[in-house]
């Protein structure tokens, strides 16, 4: 079942990825004029400059061969249309990709999209059952409602976001699911030193590194272990796993506030050799990584 859902979830990050080559072979006609924002445009002329876009077309028609979810692609077409908005202006109104205003959307791309299926395909890697005791960093609206149900009356479920809008969505699906007895939520920044009141047998950390220090996180996710557990990182890409991907994701994903760049497993592994504890690691396709503290 494990690799079922990991292969599921590798396909469907596939697709998407082609599908953005496809919208980024059509977006290229646009930048023929000068625009306000020069250096976004400039930053598109230098991939531009770069890409073979006849093996790109040619791997982007594989990628998008077989039936996936289509709402996968919603938050790639929102990506798109904002792209047509940011050559006019960084700020432009209707870049709707705000964790803050736009928190309707995300909650419906969090409940619906690639999400979802990393959330399965974690649930099942980590064995999530009940009495768990989990802590969630970057939890958004969908994950605490989720999660709370597998771990039942006798887990903890802790949440960590720093969108107040997107934790109200999360507080309301977890009170009308009467599972609001076993879950915390916390807003706030997850890269800042963080206190923890009780231990956790998993962190998760699904999306989130790429808007934070990946080392500060992987510290609080450690000490919410209080040295040992499991830490489990689900990332749309990890850029040395398949790096020629990043320039043209990092385009798209630039257009969400407070991103930053996509993790590293190397670097993941220089804090972790760096931080004296023995771990274990193994990656399950290209996208989730399983970390076990030993002590």
Known sequence: MVQVLINKLDKYLDFLY????LKAYVFRLRLNE?????DYQMRWKSYLERANFEELIELACVYIKGEVDGRILDVADVMDRASYFALIHPDHPNITLG???????WNLWLESGIYRYAREAISETCNIGRGDRIIDFGCGSA????YSELIG???????????????????SNCKEKNLIDRVKLIQGFVESKMEFGREYDLAILSSILEYSSTRAVLKNAVNALNGQGTIIVFS????????????LLELYYSLIPNFKKFPAVMEIQDFLDSSGYLYKIKMYGSHILKIDILE
């Open 18 to 21: 082609g599908y953005l080559i």
């Open 34 to 38: 000068e625009y306000f924002n020069l």
């Open 99 to 105: 964790f803050f205003k736009d928190a309707d959307l």
């Open 143 to 146: 994950s605490p409602s989720f």
């Open 153 to 171: 009356e006798y887990g903890f479920y802790a949440g960590v976001d720093y969108s107040r809008p997107l934790l109200k969505i999360a507080k």
């Open 236 to 247: 749309e890409l990890f850029r040395d796993v398949q790096p020629e991907r990043e320039k």
